[in-house]
């Protein structure tokens, strides 16, 4: 049974930082993209960040590049997202996502396999 299951979100202020963490088994981790997600009440999810399997090649939205990392622990079976620097308007839901060995476009939702239950994280102004 696939699990990814999110921690790490909660309230800070603007300009402040938050650090998600997802934790997966049932996947082969070591040879699978990983990507976070997010979502506002009415709105549709978004591409936040993707990395692949060994590292190699990471992706960031443009709004977040710079502020966020994301990296994976193969050995831990997790995949982190740290963001800096938060401003209110990235008030959501961030999801954890599993995709397959090769994501030719790792920004599209509709491409990921396995999703999380989400974690929330506001930002107060």
């Known amino acids: 049974q696939v699990r990814l299951v999110e921690s790490g979100g909660g309230l800070v202020q603007a300009g402040d930082s938050l650090r998600l963490s997802c934790v997966t088994s049932?996947?082969?981790?070591?040879?699978?993209?990983m990507a976070w997600f997010r979502q506002a009440p009415g709105k549709e999810r978004e591409f936040v960040a993707a990395?692949?399997?060994?590292?190699?090649?990471?992706y960031y939205a443009t709004s977040v590049k710079g502020r966020f990392t994301i990296s994976k622990n193969n050995g831990k079976n997790t995949v982190t997202l740290q963001m800096n620097a938060l401003e209110p308007v990235e008030t959501d839901s961030y999801y954890c996502?599993?995709?397959?060995?090769?994501?030719?476009?790792?920004?599209?939702?509709?491409?990921?396999?396995?999703w999380g239950q989400g974690n929330q994280g506001t930002v107060s102004s």
């Open positions: 996502a599993a995709g397959s060995i090769q994501m030719i476009y790792p920004r599209v939702t509709g491409d990921w396999l396995c």
């Open positions: 049932g996947i082969s981790f070591s040879i699978t993209y």
């Open positions: 990395i692949s399997p060994s590292d190699v090649y990471t």
